[in-house]
């Protein structure tokens, strides 16, 4: 079996969620034995269809274009037996480097209209390949998808062997969602060898597909501190991610879901340790952790016996959390207070800290 599998993100590989779910399923797929192609969309030169016709007159079955998708691509999706449509979820639909190429298949069609199934149609030039769609979207709300899965299941009618939609798709590489997250591949892979072994993907698959990755509220938390951050400082998301940023909290319930989101459990190893942390000046409050089991536990207010108490105005002790400011440093200068076990301060930077 043929796949050709158009990933249509202008994302680059391991930014893109599209890419991250497309990669398992061509695993699954490949797996399963199928010979399958992976196109980037975003490397290829892919001309909008202007609407001449010249395919369907002057040169029959061949595009005016002289550009990737004639010398390439469409010859390869022809030849496939089966077709991965891959798209970010733009405007609630596929992007428009999915939609161009999609125009750009014309040429497979004939010009004469007849009628099937009752509605108009134009008799096929060539059978074309039988269809995937996938998407991943920003919301974590499954109707988001609603637009696309209506139009593919239109367009693609009974071509159509699958379609994978990922809501909450920005969660995935989130550290605490690591579990949720392997789950996911593990099922979008398994759904590849399913459409390679039988033609389609099994309920039992497509639940852990679907499987809710966060709620709305937390993605709403983490994802408008990440874009204050990205503001604050002046880059976008990608330079965030390569200067290594951490976003800044702005209150006790943000530096809980960072602090959460920081732990590292391979080096807390079998640490069993509460830290309580007290913040007076912009931010006033308490919050504690408790980490036992490689596990990290966010509560609220002052813990009835801490190991280690941190007290410190909330904007010093947030450069330190985003590495604006020397940890140590300022526990010299005395700009904040800790009482308890400071071996426990020492490690904190290794506890939470990111490679
Ligand atoms: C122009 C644009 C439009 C978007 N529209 C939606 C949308 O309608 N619904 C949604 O949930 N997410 C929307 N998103 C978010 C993307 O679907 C989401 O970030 C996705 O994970 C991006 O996939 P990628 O990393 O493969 O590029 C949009 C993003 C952009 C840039």
């Known amino acids: 079996m043929k796949v050709i599998a158009f990933n249509s993100s202008p994302r680059a590989e391991g930014v893109s969620k599209t890419g991250i779910m497309l990669d398992a399923l061509v695993e699954g797929m490949r797996e399963a034995g199928a ?42 999706w022809l030849e496939a037996d089966i077709a991965v449509y891959a798209t970010p979820l733009y405007y609630y639909t596929m992007n428009a480097a999915m939609k161009a190429l999609l125009e750009r298949t014309l040429p497979f069609l004939e010009p004469f209209i007849t009628r099937v199934e009752g509605r108009a149609s ?8 039988k269809a995937v769609v996938l998407s991943v979207a920003g919301f974590t709300d499954p109707s988001v998808f609603d637009q696309l899965s209506g139009y593919a299941n239109f367009v693609f009618r009974n071509g159509l062997v699958a379609e994978i939609y990922r809501p909450g798709a920005e969660m995935l590489p989130w550290p605490q969602y690591g579990d949720t997250r392997r789950s996911i591949l593990q099922a979008v892979a398994l759904g590849g060898r399913e459409i390679v072994q039988s033609g389609k993907i099994s309920a039992e698959t497509m639940e852990r597909i679907t499987q809710p990755i966060g709620d709305l509220d937390s993605f709403a938390q983490m994802a408008n501190l990440f874009w204050k951050s990205c503001i604050r400082e002046g880059v976008t998301p990608e330079e965030f991610a390569k200067k290594n940023l951490v976003p800044r909290p702005d209150s006790v319930q ?59 105005a909330f904007d010093t002790w947030m450069d330190v959390v985003t590495g604006k400011a020397d940890g140590q440093q300022m526990f010299m200068e005395q700009k904040y207070k800790t009482s308890g076990d400071l071996m426990l301060l020492v490690r904190m930077k290794e506890l939470f800290g990111k490679d």
Not at 122 to 129: D, S, T
Not at 277 to 286: H, L, R
Not at 293 to 301: V, W
């Open 122 to 129: 134009h008799p096929l030039r060539h059978n074309p390949p």
């Open 254 to 312: 943000t530096f809980m879901m960072i602090m959460s989101q920081g732990f590292n459990p391979e080096r807390a190893g079998n640490l069993k340790a509460v830290m309580q942390f007290t913040f007076s000046g912009g931010v006033e409050g308490s919050c504690h952790f408790v980490i036992d089991g490689g596990k990290i536990e966010a509560r609220d207010g002052a813990a009835a016996a801490p190991d280690l108490i941190v007290e410190s």
């Open 35 to 76: 010979e399958v192609e992976v196109v980037a969309l975003r490397k290829k030169k892919i001309n909008n269809c202007i609407g001449c016709y010249t395919c369907w007159t002057k040169t029959p079955g061949v595009c005016v274009h002289k550009d990737d998708m004639t010398a390439e691509l469409f010859p390869k």
